[in-house]
C-alpha cells in the first residue's frame, strides 16, 4: 500500500509535523503546491496536515480537486486551537467535513512568531489579544492566551511532536 503525506503551510509549523511523521513512518512527503492529481492517484492513503487561518484549513479547495476520491484520506489542521477550545475545534472540523466528509480528522497545534506576520496579520493579532485581555482567566479560551503571549512576548510554541504517535 502506498501512502502520501501532503501539507500547507505558511510559515513553517505544517511542514515541521508532516516532515516529522513522513521521516518516522517512511512515508513520501509533497508540498500541497507541487502535488499533481497524477502523483496523489497512485496512493492508497493520504495525510494531509494543514495550517488554519481565519478558521479554515489551508489548501482544502485545492486538495480536493487533486484527489479521485479513492484514497483513504486523514486531514490534521495545525492552528493555535487547543482541544478544550470546543466551540473553535467544531468550527475548523465542520470546514474540513464540508469538502471532505469521509476523510479522519485530527487537530495539532502550532506556533506563531510575532516577527514573521505581515501588518495585517498583526493588527488583527493585537485587536484578539486586546480583546482577550478584558477577560477573565476563566473566560479566555487557549487560542486566545496563546494570541496574547505572541503579542506580548513576541512568539508562542505549542507545537507538541508527540502527538503524531496518536495518529494512524
Ligand atoms: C492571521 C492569523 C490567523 C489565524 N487564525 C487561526 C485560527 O482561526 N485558528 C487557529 O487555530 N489558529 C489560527 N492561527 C494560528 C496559526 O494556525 C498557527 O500560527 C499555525 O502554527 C500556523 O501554521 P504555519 O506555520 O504552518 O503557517 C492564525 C494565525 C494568524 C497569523
Known amino acids: ?76 489542521s495545525v492552528g493555535l486551537t487547543a482541544v478544550e477550545d470546543q466551540e473553535k475545534l467544531a468550527e475548523i472540523r465542520e470546514g474540513v467535513s464540508k469538502v471532505f466528509p469521509q476523510a479522519s480528522f485530527y487537530h495539532l497545534r502550532g506556533r506563531l512568531i510575532k516577527q514573521q506576520l505581515n501588518m495585517p496579520e498583526k493588527i488583527i493579532l493585537k485587536m484578539i489579544s486586546k480583546s482577550s485581555k478584558k477577560k477573565s482567566l476563566q473566560e479566555k479560551m487557549e487560542i486566545e492566551k496563546a494570541i496574547e503571549q505572541a503579542v506580548d512576548e513576541g512568539s508562542v510554541d505549542c507545537i507538541d511532536l508527540s502527538e503524531l504517535e496518536k495518529i494512524g
Open 1 to 76: 500500500m502506498s501512502t502520501m503525506v501532503i501539507y500547507a503551510t505558511k510559515r513553517g509549523s505544517s511542514e515541521l509535523y508532516a516532515k516529522t511523521f513522513a521521516q518516522k513512518n517512511k512515508y513520501q512527503i509533497i508540498k500541497q503546491e507541487q502535488a499533481s492529481s497524477e502523483e496523489l492517484a497512485k496512493a492508497d492513503e493520504v495525510y494531509y496536515f494543514g495550517s488554519v487561518y481565519a478558521g479554515k484549513v489551508l489548501g482544502l479547495e485545492e486538495l480536493k480537486k487533486k484527489l479521485t476520491g479513492n484514497n483513504r484520506l486523514t486531514i490534521l
